[in-house]
């Protein structure tokens, strides 16, 4: 329970729904229901008049005013723009997310009252650029990110907190190892958790930005409009932006059903004509088999580079509405031979852990919790673009290697490439292969106005330290010249100061919605 008198809130600002959570008085973790009395908001802004639509009523919109409806905004974090224009104009993707984020916040300051402070999650797998811009979200929705959290890691807590690892007496059992499998409505990420006590250290991780519910209900769509088109050749409901989401409803519905149940039937009205189409849940299989192995190979890939064997890993855990799946759970089961553990809420352990996780930083506590501490790892490789001398081609000089324990800290030496060079350019990538091929620019550090005569092949230390927030800080030092530059990161893509303040003037005045009515955009 915190003692500062503030409320501990979590949110987990998923793909497809969000959900708020806080500690009761008794320091337990409980979800705050929406306006509208649901445990999940879905994660949609309707944008039609001035106040944006946030939820539930937005998602009934996007059956009939799709271009209008801004779904999915999750996956374009750290793109400038939101897929696709929204009524005229492109939007960042923060903005969409601050909408969702001043619902959560509206919602719970029903239960709560006035509130600022909260933690938000994010996938393992998000990279800088995605992390800065849900803290903007964030801001953007007038709210006081004290800090940002894994996803997998949030859900370990809780997990861990419901267990008792965390007891009052804060008595440390044996280590679990947890392999925290989530499977989402666009994103799967898979994580190995190391759990001690009250630590919470990340050992590996994986995922897949595209891979979620959504796939599974495109494959069912597919075979519905076909059925459909096949019976009603002169009408495709497929070539029609309102039939294409009332498709994506039915089948998410027979999805739902078929966790459930053996067989559906599906009926579905377009243009006049309607179909009835039984499906059973071994031909659902069949048609996303490949999606589940996708996700078994993540699972592999992810043990190997813990270091680990099936054995080795104490706890499943499940998180995610996808995991409701039944071949989910068998696919993992028959990976580890043993069942796995569905006592969590898939839907609510993470914005649990979140409210967990924010009590521990608000102070106060029952003790034991105050010691939670959490080590993360980072998810894609942080290197530098370089030049090969020999041959003039670009190279990545990986510093800090994907899944290395944070804080972590790399020093490496570099030459100057040219004679007379006036300054040295240090441009810091994630990810990408060893030429630097689908790297992601993440900023650059400059040592300018170096004294003239500088020889070709002059020393450049770089040193990298990546904090446990994710945050990253270089140093670039030219020992011989007795010249250093430190680095705040120029950051390459996401939202300048500048236009988060123009957003920020431009929402609070309420001038961000006057997109073009509705009827005009039509
Ligand atoms: P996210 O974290 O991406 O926002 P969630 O964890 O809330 O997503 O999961 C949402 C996904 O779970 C959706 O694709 C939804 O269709 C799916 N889902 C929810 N319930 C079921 C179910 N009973 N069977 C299969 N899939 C389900
Ligand atoms: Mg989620």
């Known amino acids: 329970m915190a003692t500062s008198g503030e409320p501990a809130v979590g949110i987990d600002l998923g793909t497809t729904f969000s959900v708020v959570a806080h500690l009761d008085a008794q320091g337990r973790p409980c979800t705050i229901p929406s306006s509208e009395g649901d445990l999940l908001t879905p994660s ?18 996007a059956a009939i005013e799709p271009d209008r409806v801004a779904r999915f905004a999750k996956r374009d974090m750290g793109n400038d723009h939101y897929s696709r224009p929204i009524g005229g104009e492109l939007l960042p993707p923060e903005v969409i997310q601050s909408f969702i984020l001043q619902k959560l916040k509206e919602d719970a300051r029903l239960k709560l009252g006035h509130f600022e402070k909260c933690v938000i999650t994010v996938p393992a797998f998000f990279n800088e650029p995605r992390r800065k811009a849900t803290q903007d979200a964030g801001a953007l929705a007038g709210l006081d990110v004290i800090d940002i959290i ?82 009603h050749p002169s009408a495709d409901p497929r070539q029609d932006p309102a039939g294409c989401q009332r498709l994506l409803r039915e089948a998410e519905d027979a999805k739902r059903s078929l966790s459930a149940r ?14 009835r189409v039984p499906v059973t849940r071994g031909q659902f299989e069949q048609m996303t088999a490949d999606l589940v192995e996708r996700t078994r190979f993540t699972v592999r890939n992810v043990l190997e580079e813990a270091g680990l064997t099936w054995q080795q890993v104490t706890r499943v855990i499940l998180v995610g509405g996808s995991t409701r799946l039944p071949m989910i759970q068998q696919m993992l089961e028959q990976e580890w031979g043993r069942p796995v553990d569905r006592s969590l809420s898939v839907d609510e352990a993470v914005a649990h852990g979140a ?16 010691k939670v501490t959490v080590r993360n790892v980072n998810s894609h490789d942080l290197g530098i673009l370089g030049v090969e001398r020999t041959t003039g081609r670009p190279r990545n000089k990986v510093m800090i290697p ?54 070709a092949g ?23 010249v007795g010249r250093e530059t430190h680095l705040t990161i120029e950051r390459a893509s996401g939202m300048s100061a500048d236009a988060l303040a123009k957003w920020d003037r431009r929402l609070k005045s309420g001038g961000a919605l006057t997109l073009e009515s509705s009827g005009a955009s039509k």
Not at 465 to 478: I, P
């Open 458 to 480: 002059t020393p450049v230390e770089v040193t990298f330290t990546y904090a446990e927030n994710g945050r990253l800080k270089v140093r670039a030092h030219l020992p011989s």
């Open 355 to 370: 409210a967990i996780y924010a009590g521990v930083l608000l102070g106060g506590g029952d003790g034991a919790r105050e």
């Open 402 to 455: 994907r899944n290395s324990q944070l804080p972590a800290t790399k020093k490496n030496r570099f030459k100057t490439y040219r004679h007379n060079q006036s300054d040295v350019v240090i441009k810091i990538v994630e990810g990408g292969d060893a030429s630097g091929q689908n790297s992601t620019a993440i900023g650059k550090c400059i040592v300018r106005d170096l004294p003239p005569g500088l020889p």
């Open 262 to 275: 053996e067989q559906t039937t599906i009926t579905f009205e377009f243009g006049g004509h309607g179909v």
């Open 44 to 61: 949609a802004v309707f944008f039609d008049g001035v106040t944006p639509v946030v939820g539930k009523e937005a998602l009934k919109a």
């Open 150 to 231: 894994n996803e997998p890691t949030a859900a370990a807590i809780a997990f861990g907190v419901q267990e008792g690892f965390l007891s009052a007496k804060g008595e440390a059992r044996k280590t679990e190892r947890i392999l925290v499998y989530d499977l989402g409505g666009g994103t799967f990420d898979v994580t190995l958790m190391e759990i001690e006590g009250s630590s919470y250290n990340a050992v590996a991780t994986a995922g897949d930005v595209f891979l979620g519910g959504i796939d599974w209900d495109q494959r069912l769509v597919d075979y519905l409009a076909a059925q459909f088109v096949a019976k």
